[in-house]
């Protein structure tokens, strides 16, 4: 499939935005590999809510990601925009549950403690 000069250039401009999330994967993986460090039993109520807060803004950024990954693939039958796509969906479920993961530990931390008393 041939690409008008307009399509190949929205096309570049898709990738780049797409590449600017995948930064911000980066970044919020490198956060989580230092809050995972901590136990949670040793979390603050800041850190969780900071954890949540990011979360949050993680799973805004999927549903950016996956609206703007439509309209590459639309552009591009390339078979390497869908494994593109495999690979960075991965990545986002991994970082998700992963926080999750932590907030829930935490949040059982504290119900212990609450019933401890």
Not at 6 to 34: C, H, M, P
Not at 58 to 83: G, M
């Amino acid at each position: 499939m041939v690409l008008s000069e307009a399509e190949d250039t929205s096309l570049k401009q898709l990738i780049r935005k797409r590449s600017s999330i995948k930064g911000r994967l980066t970044v919020f993986k490198d956060y989580l590999a230092v809050i995972s460090q901590i136990p949670t039993t040793d979390l603050q109520k800041a850190d969780v809510k900071e954890l949540s807060l990011r979360l949050q803004k993680l799973e805004s950024l999927f549903s950016d990601f996956d609206a703007l990954q439509i309209e590459i693939e639309v552009l591009s039958n390339d078979e390497e925009q869908s494994k593109e796509r495999y690979s960075i969906e991965n990545r986002f479920y991994s970082l998700i549950s992963s926080a999750q993961i932590i907030i829930e530990s935490s949040n059982q931390g504290d119900d212990i403690f609450v019933n401890a008393k």
